[in-house]
């Protein structure tokens, strides 16, 4: 199974504490393991502490009218000290140097002057402290055993949804009810 460039929703209550209700991007998945971003966790870090850590100066800075402004989410808990930047690449007709598609419609840099060139662009971005990683097999494992549903990357959910809803729009995208309906207590008294 080759889930590289796929959503991977977090399907059971038996998945580990840290998983569940998560949605992952797959960036790598391959003979020597896999690596993934959660899309869907929130973080107390700001947008001024992600282009920090891109070694990028805000101080005195006129930060561009960004509309809407870049959200900041946690990654994962693999090397959380390092930021990365997801970016809408369903505009561009180029890719910035140092960055490369994880899907046709969302790519991933670590490029400080790519930051600054998609936040002058005004593109709409992602910043992600973190990352996830699997051994060798172990995501086929998980895949295997039901842990996760595999899903076709949608950008208007890493980009035009809130952090806390994404989740939930991807299930019922998936399973392709209406989000209202999900979780609604409509048979109680049938």
Do not use: Y
């Not at 100066?57 to 870049?70: F, I, N, S, Y």
């Not at 949608?154 to 939930?168: I, K, M």
Request: with cysteine.
């Amino acid at each position: 199974m080759q889930p590289s460039g796929a959503f991977l929703l977090a399907a059971t209550s038996e998945s580990p504490a840290a998983h569940r209700e998560a949605l992952v991007l797959v960036a790598v998945h391959g003979k020597e393991g896999s690596l993934g971003f959660l899309l869907n966790q929130a973080t107390d870090r700001t947008l001024v502490s992600a282009l920090d850590r891109f070694g990028i100066e805000t101080r005195g800075m006129g930060m561009p009218a960004l509309l809407p402004e870049p959200q900041v989410g946690r990654g994962g808990g693999v090397r959380p000290d390092v930021a990365w930047l997801l970016f809408d690449a369903r505009k561009n007709d180029e890719l910035p140097e140092d960055s490369c598609l994880l899907s046709a419609g969302v790519g991933v840099t670590a490029s400080p002057d790519a930051v600054v060139d998609m936040l002058e662009q005004q593109h709409r971005l992602l910043f992600l402290f973190g990352h996830l990683t699997w051994e060798p097999g172990a995501l086929d494992r998980e895949i295997e055993s039901g842990q996760w549903l595999r899903t076709p990357v949608d950008p208007a959910l890493v980009f035009d949804r809130p952090l806390g809803s994404r989740w939930t729009d991807a299930v019922c995208g998936t399973l392709g009810v209406t989000r209202p309906w999900l979780g609604e207590p409509r048979f109680m008294n049938a």
